[in-house]
Nanobody, 118 residues
Framework: VQLQAFGGGLVQAGDSLRLSCVASGLTFDDYGMGWFRRAPGKEREFVATVTWSGGSTYYADSVKDRFAISRDNAKNTVYLQMNSLKPGDTAVYYC????????????WGKGTQVTVSS
């Protein structure tokens, strides 16, 4: 199983970015998909998750109303649209394939760095 996240970069506060994560080696629509992040000096935390069908989503309070998770099962890809970015969003962002709870991950992808300058 491979999950490859990309789309990170250096942006200014208030800007937007869209992250993508492409999965291979698994039946993509058997899994919910989640995004997590690890800020410098902090533990990895949950950001957002989407069910296998894309019909339901759930967000951390810190990103609700600014971030949007979506998926394209035909492309084995999950997205994270990030708007109104803040310096506090600076972190390495990881995608994960989830077969259980919204916070559990069966397979992790390599992360992509997002840096938001003030």
């Amino acid at each position: 199983v491979q999950l490859q996240a990309f789309g990170g970069g250096l942006v200014q506060a208030g800007d937007s970015l869209r992250l993508s994560c492409v999965a291979s080696g698994l039946t993509f629509d058997d899994y919910g998909m989640g995004w997590f992040r690890r800020a410098p000096g902090k533990e990895r935390e949950f950001v957002a998750t989407v069910t296998w069908s894309g019909g339901s989503t759930y967000y951390a309070d810190s990103v609700k109303d600014r971030f949007a998770i979506s998926r394209d099962n035909a492309k084995n890809t999950v997205y994270l649209q990030m708007n109104s970015l803040k310096p506090g969003d600076t972190a390495v962002y990881y995608c994960g394939a989830q077969s259980g709870t919204k916070y559990g991950v069966d397979y992790w992808g390599k992360g992509t760095q997002v840096t938001v300058s003030s």
